[in-house]
Protein backbone atom coordinates (compact mmCIF):
# COMPACT_ATOMS: atom_id res chain seq x y z
CA UNK A 1 0.00 0.00 0.00
CA UNK A 2 2.90 2.20 0.86
CA UNK A 3 4.49 1.78 -2.29
CA UNK A 4 1.02 2.33 -4.13
CA UNK A 5 1.18 6.18 -2.40
CA UNK A 6 4.28 6.38 -2.88
CA UNK A 7 4.11 6.35 -6.72
CA UNK A 8 0.81 8.04 -6.74
CA UNK A 9 2.81 11.28 -4.92
CA UNK A 10 6.10 11.02 -7.38
CA UNK A 11 3.41 10.43 -10.09
CA UNK A 12 1.25 13.95 -9.22
CA UNK A 13 4.68 15.60 -9.12
CA UNK A 14 5.60 15.44 -12.13
CA UNK A 15 2.06 16.39 -13.61
CA UNK A 16 2.48 19.54 -11.46
CA UNK A 17 5.85 20.27 -12.97
CA UNK A 18 4.41 19.90 -16.63
CA UNK A 19 1.69 21.88 -15.98
CA UNK A 20 4.05 24.55 -14.40
CA UNK A 21 3.50 27.71 -16.41
CA UNK A 22 7.70 28.22 -16.05
CA UNK A 23 7.81 24.74 -17.90
CA UNK A 24 5.38 24.82 -20.45
CA UNK A 25 6.95 28.31 -21.51
CA UNK A 26 9.95 26.50 -21.69
CA UNK A 27 8.69 23.48 -23.35
CA UNK A 28 7.00 25.90 -26.47
CA UNK A 29 10.33 28.47 -26.39
CA UNK A 30 12.08 25.09 -27.10
CA UNK A 31 9.73 23.96 -29.98
CA UNK A 32 9.55 27.67 -31.46
CA UNK A 33 13.45 27.55 -31.53
CA UNK A 34 14.16 24.45 -32.88
CA UNK A 35 11.65 25.08 -35.57
CA UNK A 36 13.67 28.30 -36.21
CA UNK A 37 17.12 26.90 -36.47
CA UNK A 38 15.07 23.75 -38.68
CA UNK A 39 13.97 26.76 -41.17
CA UNK A 40 17.41 27.97 -41.17
CA UNK A 41 19.17 25.28 -41.98
CA UNK A 42 16.53 24.77 -44.84
CA UNK A 43 16.83 28.58 -45.98
CA UNK A 44 21.05 28.10 -45.69
CA UNK A 45 20.63 25.32 -48.45
CA UNK A 46 18.75 27.42 -50.87
CA UNK A 47 19.96 29.43 -53.26
CA UNK A 48 19.02 32.98 -52.58
CA UNK A 49 18.78 35.88 -54.57
CA UNK A 50 19.61 39.72 -53.64
CA UNK A 51 19.52 42.48 -55.62
CA UNK A 52 21.62 46.43 -55.70
CA UNK A 53 22.95 48.96 -57.04
CA UNK A 54 26.36 49.55 -57.66
CA UNK A 55 28.65 51.98 -59.20
CA UNK A 56 30.68 50.84 -61.96
CA UNK A 57 33.36 52.37 -64.46
CA UNK A 58 32.54 53.71 -67.65
CA UNK A 59 35.40 54.59 -69.88
CA UNK A 60 33.51 54.58 -72.96
CA UNK A 61 33.18 58.51 -73.28
CA UNK A 62 34.97 59.94 -70.54
CA UNK A 63 37.44 58.52 -68.18
CA UNK A 64 36.25 58.14 -64.79
CA UNK A 65 33.11 58.19 -65.48
CA UNK A 66 30.88 56.20 -63.23
CA UNK A 67 27.35 55.26 -63.75
CA UNK A 68 24.91 53.00 -61.81
CA UNK A 69 23.76 49.58 -62.44
CA UNK A 70 21.58 47.05 -60.59
CA UNK A 71 22.72 43.16 -60.19
CA UNK A 72 21.24 40.36 -58.42
CA UNK A 73 23.57 38.01 -56.91
CA UNK A 74 22.84 34.57 -55.68
CA UNK A 75 24.81 34.87 -52.31
CA UNK A 76 23.17 31.65 -51.11
CA UNK A 77 25.17 27.87 -51.33
CA UNK A 78 23.21 26.48 -54.35
CA UNK A 79 23.14 27.11 -57.54
CA UNK A 80 19.68 28.89 -59.12
CA UNK A 81 18.83 27.66 -62.40
CA UNK A 82 16.04 29.41 -65.04
CA UNK A 83 16.33 32.54 -63.10
CA UNK A 84 13.38 34.99 -64.75
CA UNK A 85 12.03 38.59 -63.81
CA UNK A 86 8.60 39.32 -64.35
CA UNK A 87 6.86 42.19 -64.40
CA UNK A 88 3.78 42.42 -62.62
CA UNK A 89 0.79 45.64 -63.32
CA UNK A 90 -1.78 45.16 -61.22
CA UNK A 91 -5.26 45.32 -62.80
CA UNK A 92 -6.87 48.28 -60.43
CA UNK A 93 -10.31 48.18 -63.07
CA UNK A 94 -11.65 44.44 -62.13
CA UNK A 95 -11.88 44.15 -58.07
CA UNK A 96 -12.44 40.92 -56.73
CA UNK A 97 -15.93 39.51 -55.87
CA UNK A 98 -15.27 39.69 -51.73
CA UNK A 99 -14.67 43.75 -52.36
CA UNK A 100 -17.89 44.43 -54.48
CA UNK A 101 -19.59 42.17 -52.05
CA UNK A 102 -18.28 42.55 -48.58
CA UNK A 103 -15.64 44.70 -48.30
CA UNK A 104 -17.16 48.10 -50.18
CA UNK A 105 -20.10 47.55 -47.45
CA UNK A 106 -17.93 47.58 -44.55
CA UNK A 107 -17.59 50.18 -41.88
CA UNK A 108 -14.35 52.28 -41.70
CA UNK A 109 -13.18 50.88 -38.97
CA UNK A 110 -13.17 47.57 -40.61
CA UNK A 111 -11.16 48.29 -43.37
CA UNK A 112 -8.36 49.89 -41.56
CA UNK A 113 -8.12 46.89 -39.96
CA UNK A 114 -8.16 44.39 -42.82
CA UNK A 115 -6.54 46.90 -45.45
CA UNK A 116 -6.26 43.66 -48.25
CA UNK A 117 -5.45 43.98 -52.01
CA UNK A 118 -8.47 43.98 -53.61
CA UNK A 119 -7.92 43.32 -57.10
CA UNK A 120 -6.69 39.87 -57.89
CA UNK A 121 -6.21 39.95 -61.65
CA UNK A 122 -2.28 41.08 -62.94
CA UNK A 123 -0.82 41.09 -65.98
CA UNK A 124 2.59 39.18 -65.96
CA UNK A 125 5.47 40.10 -68.48
CA UNK A 126 9.04 38.12 -69.45
CA UNK A 127 11.28 40.86 -68.55
CA UNK A 128 14.47 39.17 -68.33
CA UNK A 129 15.62 35.44 -68.56
CA UNK A 130 19.02 35.51 -66.33
CA UNK A 131 19.27 31.32 -67.11
CA UNK A 132 21.83 30.12 -64.10
CA UNK A 133 23.17 31.99 -61.26
CA UNK A 134 26.15 30.18 -59.57
CA UNK A 135 26.83 30.39 -56.18
CA UNK A 136 28.57 33.95 -55.34
CA UNK A 137 27.92 34.60 -59.58
CA UNK A 138 26.22 38.17 -60.20
CA UNK A 139 24.69 38.87 -63.46
CA UNK A 140 23.11 42.88 -64.52
CA UNK A 141 20.07 43.40 -64.55
CA UNK A 142 17.96 46.47 -65.88
CA UNK A 143 14.61 46.67 -64.15
CA UNK A 144 12.86 50.07 -64.79
CA UNK A 145 9.14 50.48 -63.50
CA UNK A 146 6.75 52.49 -65.15
CA UNK A 147 4.59 52.96 -62.95
CA UNK A 148 5.80 51.84 -58.60
CA UNK A 149 1.72 51.87 -57.31
CA UNK A 150 0.40 49.37 -58.90
CA UNK A 151 3.43 47.58 -60.48
CA UNK A 152 6.07 44.72 -58.54
CA UNK A 153 8.91 42.35 -59.93
CA UNK A 154 8.55 38.98 -59.21
CA UNK A 155 11.64 37.10 -59.35
CA UNK A 156 11.27 33.31 -59.99
CA UNK A 157 14.25 30.73 -59.76
CA UNK A 158 14.70 26.83 -59.33
CA UNK A 159 17.37 25.04 -57.25
CA UNK A 160 19.05 21.57 -58.17
CA UNK A 161 16.13 19.71 -56.73
CA UNK A 162 13.72 21.31 -59.30
CA UNK A 163 12.12 23.25 -56.18
CA UNK A 164 10.45 26.56 -57.11
CA UNK A 165 11.03 29.75 -55.71
CA UNK A 166 9.72 33.52 -55.52
CA UNK A 167 10.88 36.92 -54.39
CA UNK A 168 9.53 40.38 -54.98
CA UNK A 169 11.03 43.68 -56.07
CA UNK A 170 8.99 46.95 -54.92
CA UNK A 171 10.42 49.95 -57.31
CA UNK A 172 10.49 52.71 -55.48
CA UNK A 173 10.73 55.44 -57.72
CA UNK A 174 12.12 55.57 -61.87
CA UNK A 175 15.11 55.33 -60.81
CA UNK A 176 15.04 51.81 -60.69
CA UNK A 177 16.06 51.16 -56.84
CA UNK A 178 14.33 49.13 -54.68
CA UNK A 179 11.68 50.04 -51.96
CA UNK A 180 11.43 46.37 -50.53
CA UNK A 181 12.81 43.06 -51.55
CA UNK A 182 10.56 40.28 -50.08
CA UNK A 183 12.85 36.85 -48.96
CA UNK A 184 12.07 34.19 -51.32
CA UNK A 185 9.74 31.36 -50.20
CA UNK A 186 8.91 28.49 -52.21
CA UNK A 187 5.86 27.48 -53.78
CA UNK A 188 3.81 25.34 -54.95
CA UNK A 189 3.49 23.85 -58.60
CA UNK A 190 0.24 25.57 -59.53
CA UNK A 191 1.75 29.08 -58.60
CA UNK A 192 4.62 28.45 -60.73
CA UNK A 193 4.68 31.39 -63.75
CA UNK A 194 5.22 28.96 -66.95
CA UNK A 195 5.73 32.17 -69.60
CA UNK A 196 9.21 32.02 -70.85
CA UNK A 197 8.72 34.43 -73.97
CA UNK A 198 10.34 38.04 -73.06
CA UNK A 199 7.97 40.68 -73.67
CA UNK A 200 4.67 38.45 -73.92
CA UNK A 201 2.12 38.98 -71.61
CA UNK A 202 -0.56 37.19 -69.82
CA UNK A 203 -3.38 37.82 -67.49
CA UNK A 204 -2.96 35.33 -64.07
CA UNK A 205 -5.16 35.48 -60.71
CA UNK A 206 -2.55 36.69 -57.76
CA UNK A 207 -1.80 33.95 -55.69
CA UNK A 208 -1.94 35.48 -51.41
CA UNK A 209 1.66 35.62 -51.72
CA UNK A 210 1.82 37.90 -54.85
CA UNK A 211 -1.02 39.80 -54.06
CA UNK A 212 0.21 40.88 -50.54
CA UNK A 213 3.45 41.85 -52.32
CA UNK A 214 1.27 44.77 -53.18
CA UNK A 215 -0.13 45.77 -49.57
CA UNK A 216 3.64 45.72 -47.74
Not at 134 to 140: A, E, I, P
Amino acid sequence: MNNIIYWVKNLVTIISDILNPATVVSVIAIFVGSRNVTKQIRISRQPLLVFKIQDVENNVNKEDNISKTQIVENVGLNVAVNVNIYRSFLDNTRESFWYKKIYSLSPVFLKNRVRKNLYPFAKITLEESLGTIKVDGKKDINLLPLSHSYEIFIVQYQDMLGNYYQTLLRPQNGRGDFEKVVPPRKIRSKNVIKNTFIGHGEEIILPRFLKDGYNK
